[in-house]
């Protein structure tokens, strides 16, 4: 079951009722838990064993400007350090999760701020924060989601620590337009157990100078996000940007799904087209 969410519908529902989503840790009434969702154990008591195991793999193509850059990274910083984060991290059975972050564009261009780290407590959560905000903002051409996937995969072999679920968290403002087809990446991360959510980000008009395509929540959720419990929250104001990026970190840590959401998508076939990004790009650079 894939689930899509427009952060202005959830904001709606009361998922950020009063600013506050911290009831997304706790156990209640209009929440539940992915069912089936695939799990990884870990030995009790274990000093390696992590709640998840989080990829943050954010997009910095030249489609997204430096404002929304910058909010971006300030998002993802805030919500680690808020208040909410902290206690939906500690309702978890081991209480704390790992996580990276990297920022990519082509296919070949993919670059780590953060490093595997273990967030436990305000701490570990400040230092990440301040981490990711030191890193001066760049910005890349094209956009490869599949090379994305592609280069995420890998780096849970290399996390020292083991999580009872492992999430690859994307966030970006386009479809895929270089590398290889995004559903065949997918599709190779899903074999491997490994959960997809997304967070498109749709708060401009779309433009054939950006190629930008309409409806890119539907392209995420048709081609890019996939595995138990997997979602996509639309950002399609950007005034709600850093409280769609807490929701999102909220409900991967917690491991927790709306029980109700604003739209449930069956496996089907896509309503768009997954490689439109790459016709895109053929129609207007005969390539």
């Known amino acids: 079951m894939r689930l899509l969410f427009s952060i202005g519908a959830v904001l709606v529902a009361g998922v ?36 998840v195991e989080l990829i943050l793999a954010v997009d910095v193509s030249y489609s997204m400007d430096m404002d929304e850059l910058a909010v971006q990274r300030e998002g993802y910083a805030q919500a680690i350090q808020s208040k909410e984060f902290l206690q939906a991290l500690k309702a978890g059975p081991n209480g704390r999760i790992a996580v990276t972050y990297f920022e990519w564009a082509a296919s070949g261009d993919q670059k780590i701020i953060i490093p595997w780290r273990l967030v436990d407590g305000p701490e570990t959560a400040d230092a990440v924060s301040a981490e990711i905000m030191k890193t001066p903002i760049r910005r890349a051409s094209r956009t490869s989601i599949s090379g994305a996937i592609g280069f995420a995969v890998p780096l849970f072999d290399e996390d020292p620590y083991r999580g009872l679920r492992r999430v690859i968290d994307i966030s970006g403002d386009g479809p895929n337009n270089n590398g290889g087809p995004v559903t065949v990446a997918r599709d190779a991360a899903l074999e491997k157990g490994i959960i997809i959510n997304g967070l498109p980000i749709m708060v401009k008009e779309p433009s054939y100078s950006t190629m930008d395509i309409d409806n890119l929540d539907y392209y995420y959720e048709d081609c890019v996000i996939g595995g138990p419990g997997s979602f996509v929250i639309a950002i399609k104001d950007r005034d709600k940007f850093k409280e769609a990026i807490r929701t999102k970190l909220l409900m991967e840590v917690a491991g927790r799904t709306p029980e109700r959401p604003v739209m449930r998508v069956a496996d089907k076939e896509p309503r768009v087209n997954c490689m439109i990004g790459e016709k895109i790009w053929s129609d207007r650079w005969g390539r």
């Open 16 to 51: 950020l009722a009063g600013g506050d989503v911290a009831s997304i840790a706790a156990p209640g009434p209009k929440f539940e838990s992915p069912k089936n969702q695939p799990q990884r154990r870990a030995e009790d008591k274990d000093a390696q064993a992590v709640d």
